[in-house]
Structure formats: C-alpha cells, structure tokens
Nanobody
Framework: VQLAESGGGLVQPGGSLTLSCAAS????????MSWYRQAPGKERELVAE????????NYADSVKDRFTIFRDNVSGTAYLRMDSLKPEDTAVYLC?????????????WGQGTQVTVSS
C-alpha cells in the first residue's frame, strides 16, 4: 500500500498549486480521501475530504472557496487544487485514505509534500 504526494513547492501569495496523491496497493474507489496539513509547531489539521460513495466534500473554514478536492478513481489519484494561496497555508500537506469497516477502520497516509507560500 502506498500513497505518494507530489506537486508542492514555493509559490507567491495569491498563486495556485495543485497537489496530487497517487495511490497503489488497494482499491482506491472504496476509500474516502482526505488532505491534511501540518505547519511547524502546530497540530495536524484536516483541510479537505471527499467521500467515496457519493463524492460529498467537506472543507476547513480557512480554505473554503479557495481549495478544491477531487479524485480520479480510474487512475487512483486524489488532488487538491489550491487557489489564492496565503502565507498561512505554508505547511506539509499529507493525503489519507480511509475506509470504515464493520470492526474498525483502515487508514493509509502518505509522506507529505511541502508547500511554502512566500514572496
């Protein structure tokens, strides 16, 4: 099982980035997908999530109307489109695959990709 994030980098305030999370080793379409971020000295926080069954999405208030989560079940890839980036969006961004089972749950995490918003 592997989740591999890519697409991070350095961007100026007001710019855009699209992160990718390529999944392998499990049935991607069965899993809810989420993006989290963790800034230095801060707790990991949920940024966006998308359900596997009906595509329902949920966003943190701080990124609503700026970030968009979407997925491609054919290629097994989740994405996070980030627009109007702010310096406070600087963090390591990680993707997570989640599936609720009858007895417990399955969680898979990627290693993360660094996003730095600075002029």
């Amino acid at each position: 099982v592997q989740l591999a994030e890519s697409g991070g980098g350095l961007v100026q305030p007001g710019g855009s980035l699209t992160l990718s999370c390529a999944a392998s080793g499990f049935t991607f379409s069965w899993y809810d997908m989420s993006w989290y971020r963790q800034a230095p000295g801060k707790e990991r926080e949920l940024v966006a999530e998308m359900r596997s069954d009906d595509g329902t999405t949920n966003y943190a208030d701080s990124v609503k109307d700026r970030f968009t989560i979407f997925r491609d079940n054919v290629s097994g890839t989740a994405y996070l489109r980030m627009d109007s980036l702010k310096p406070e969006d600087t963090a390591v961004y990680l993707c997570k695959a989640f599936r609720q089972l009858r007895l417990g749950a399955e969680n898979y995490w990627g290693q993360g990709t660094q996003v730095t918003v600075s002029s």
